[in-house]
């Protein structure tokens, strides 16, 4: 009899703990009994019945998955190694929840092909290079796709990402010598711009110096010139006052002559002036 108690208060403590369910705060969980929907489980302690319920657990937290490499032909005929990440996540409301697991069959993998078929759609119409410069329209146009084809499914798409659109690599190799050739022309160009600059700012050396060079010469001849002016200016005061004593003594030279006598008061011009030209230096007094 005792075993017998004991064994049926173990059995109930099993089928007690078989039931226990916690539901963590990043999910949420659909409980079913006997295969039909009964209710809806928030984040907490939960106990079902062991056997005939049966508890799903879904992660309403953002989750990512990778669309995988694919290649794609291209609007101009080359084949593009295409990759892209989706961000979503699964609603935490009840009908959401019911959604993503009632609506859809594996949403993960379904997102996934879903992504990979869009991708072909969008990029089949671009030209690779168009394709390489419209990245942002490329993910606009995938969520916008996702979004809408996900939406009964209880789900939102965060965002998308494409992580590589990797030409052929002899597309590749074209396209990186096409690149080094233009970053060669633009360094030639910057070189040839500095050295115009460096040559502008010695002509402009040249010229100012020159510009110098000039000033000094006009200054120097005008110094000349003005020196030259002061020289003639005495040269002429001193002519003209010699030419006065030179008549002065023509004069006197025509007198004697003819041995003519006549008195020179002292202190007159004529003696001064016979005294410069005999050398004699009148006696002082």
Not at 131 to 149: C, F, P, Q
Not at 189 to 206: N, S
Not at 245 to 260: C, D
Request: hydrophobic share 40%; aromatic share 8%; proline share 2%.
């Amino acid at each position: 009899m005792d075993y017998t108690m004991f064994y049926i208060i173990g059995g109930v403590l099993l089928i007690f703990a078989l039931g226990v369910k916690i539901v963590r705060p990043t999910h949420r969980a659909l409980i079913e009994r006997l295969g039909k929907y009964k209710t809806f489980a928030n984040p907490g302690f939960h106990w079902i019945i062991p056997f005939i319920d049966k508890m799903y657990i879904v992660n309403t937290t953002e989750q990512m998955v990778d669309a995988q490499a694919q290649e794609i032909i291209t609007n101009d005929n080359l084949n593009a190694s295409v990759d892209a990440q989706v961000y979503f996540r699964v609603i935490g409301t009840e009908e959401s929840v019911k959604s993503s697991q009632y609506n859809v069959d594996r949403y993960q993998w379904q997102i996934v092909n879903l992504a990979r078929t869009t991708l072909r759609n969008i990029i089949g119409t671009l030209t690779l290079k168009s394709a390489n410069s419209e990245r942002g329209k490329i993910n606009a146009e995938l969520h916008r796709t996702l979004t809408e084809e996900t939406k009964s499914w209880g789900i939102e798409v965060i965002r998308t990402e494409l992580k590589q659109i990797d030409p052929p690599s002899d597309v590749q190799e074209t396209m990186n010598k096409v690149v080094k050739a233009e970053n060669e022309k633009i360094a030639a160009i910057d070189y040839a711009t500095a050295r115009e600059t460096v040559a502008d700012g010695e002509k402009r050396a040249r010229i100012k110096e020159a510009e110098g060079s000039r000033q000094a010469n006009i200054l120097a001849a005008e110094g000349e010139a003005m020196a030259i002016k002061m020289v003639n200016e005495a040269a002429e005061e001193f002519f003209i006052g010699n030419a006065q004593v030179l008549r002065k003594l023509e004069a006197v030279e025509k007198a004697l002559q003819h041995n003519t006598k006549f008195i020179v008061p002292q202190g007159s011009d004529l003696v001064n002036v016979l005294s410069e030209m005999a050398g004699i230096v009148p006696l002082k007094k």
